[in-house]
T-cell receptor, first 109, second 113 residues
């Protein structure tokens, strides 16, 4: 079966750095996406990785290792507005997104 | 403003009733999707459409049907609602290429009693 694993909840301090991990086992791989979802709102796109390595976009970076079935999202200089759920999703061989359950990130002052 | 709209925002429905959730996008995206999101679970694909006139089944299609008569609209129908269909429903669209992200509507919160 297909599976995406990520921690259920993480806590970090304002101004700090946090890394959210995602491991996956899917039938085929056509890219990995990270989305942010604030409570009661729709998911919004953060990043896309299809090749191994690090993609940097401002305070957010995403890393992919296809051989290990592993990705992480790195958030720097945390702000209170970063409190949200972070969803990892993999596009499988049918080009459909398989979603993890999400990691709820709590930022404390 | 370009984007995706969904209606209604929320709905309480008696079991056994028929209900259609509406979704409209104005970005001229080829592909559209319906997901449900339940606490502790990832988004699960119900149905999708790669282009107008075609539809496909996702991971959890039972009890739901869709149609795609044109590019912009992708309604989701519950023929006879059951309590297990209580969920938040998101419609999404994309250009359809593998590297393109999906854009999500604001969601419909449905409660079936």
């Amino acid at each position: 079966g297909q599976n995406i694993d990520q921690p259920t909840e993480m806590t970090a301090t304002e101004g700090a750095i946090v890394q959210i991990n995602c491991t996956y086992q899917t039938s085929g791989f056509n890219g990995l996406f990270w989305y942010q979802q604030h409570a009661g709102e729709a998911p919004t796109f953060l990043s896309y990785n299809v090749l191994d390595g690090l993609e940097e976009k401002g305070r957010f970076s995403s890393f992919l290792s296809r051989s290990k079935g592993y990705s992480y999202l790195l958030l720097k200089e945390l702000q209170m507005k970063d409190s949200a759920s972070y969803l990892c999703a993999v596009k499988d061989s049918n080009y459909q997104l398989i979603w993890g359950a999400g990691t709820k990130l709590i930022i404390k002052p | 403003i370009a984007g995706i709209t969904q209606a209604p925002t929320s709905q309480i429905l008696a079991a056994g009733r028929r209900m259609t959730l509406r979704c409209t996008q104005d970005m001229r995206h080829n592909a559209m999707y319906w997901y449900r999101q339940d606490l502790g679970l990832g988004l699960r694909l119900i149905h999708y459409s790669n282009t107008a006139g075609t539809t496909g089944k996702g991971e959890v299609p039972d009890g739901y049907s869709v149609s795609r008569a044109n590019t912009d609209d992708f309604p989701l129908t519950l023929a006879s609602a059951v309590p297990s269909q209580t969920s938040v429903y998101f419609c999404a669209s994309s250009d359809g290429d593998s590297y393109n992200e999906q854009f999500f509507g604001p969601g419909t919160r449905l409660t079936v009693l």
